[in-house]
Antibody
């Protein structure tokens, strides 16, 4: 059974960079065919896809966030990471990592990590 | 950007009744549509993908239909654990989600 777990600071100051890591267990991140995604959910419940990465390092980002987002992968640790720069209070959300087969639906999700942007 | 509009925003029904949730896309997504269920404090759970295929372990009380721009999630006989928030998601282009339908006990 594949499991994903987000980790990182729960509080980030405005204008700084949000950094989160997702650790995958029960399966290798290098398994072909799977994309490794970041999604966030605002306090008001809306879901927003942030982007995904393939184990080779190829990425695809939400055009609305593209200028501020970077997703990277560390296959030796079965981890992938999210960096979101120049954050504001509007970036306060629960951040989820998830696995999809291709750019498809998300069969596996992490439990989510609440990140608050505040001074 | 493909916008997904879910209706109704809130649906009030009783256990044993049939629920019908709608998701409309601003342009065709073929059958690249999924449905998720989310309970408070938990991650969304995949119910349906490819418009009508049930995910592993999902009860046959859940069914999906539609293609192009209009999609429906039907829950045939509501159980107490079905009362939650439901989201649709399209993965035809840059991924997007609907705003959700809250299914509450009447």
């Amino acid at each position: 059974q594949v499991q994903l777990q987000e980790s990182g600071p729960g509080l980030v100051k405005p204008s700084q960079t949000l950094s989160l890591t997702c650790t995958v267990s029960g399966g290798s991140i290098s398994s072909g065919g799977f994309y490794w995604n970041w999604i966030r959910q605002y306090p008001g419940k809306g879901l927003e896809w942030i982007g995904y990465i393939y184990y080779s390092g190829n990425t695809y980002y939400n055009p609305s966030l593209k200028s501020r987002v970077a997703i990277s992968v560390d296959t030796s640790r079965d981890q992938f990471s999210l960096k979101l720069s120049s954050v504001t209070a509007a970036d306060t959300a629960v951040y989820y990592c998830a696995r999809s087969y291709g750019s498809g639906p998300y069969h596996y999700w992490g439990q989510g990590a609440l990140v608050t942007v505040s001074t | 950007e493909i916008v997904l509009t879910q209706s109704p925003g809130t649906l009030s029904l009783s256990p044993g009744e049939r629920a019908t949730l709608s998701c409309r896309a601003s342009q065709s997504v073929s059958s690249y549509l999924a449905w998720y269920q989310q309970e408070p404090g938990q991650a969304p759970r995949l119910l349906i993908y490819g418009s009508s295929s049930r995910a592993t372990g999902i009860s046959d009380r859940f069914s999906g239909s539609g293609s192009g721009t209009d999609f429906t999630l039907t829950i045939s006989r509501l159980e107490p654990e079905d009362f939650a928030v439901y989201y649709c998601q399209q993965y035809h282009g840059a991924i997007s989600f609907g705003q959700g339908t809250r299914l509450e006990i009447k």
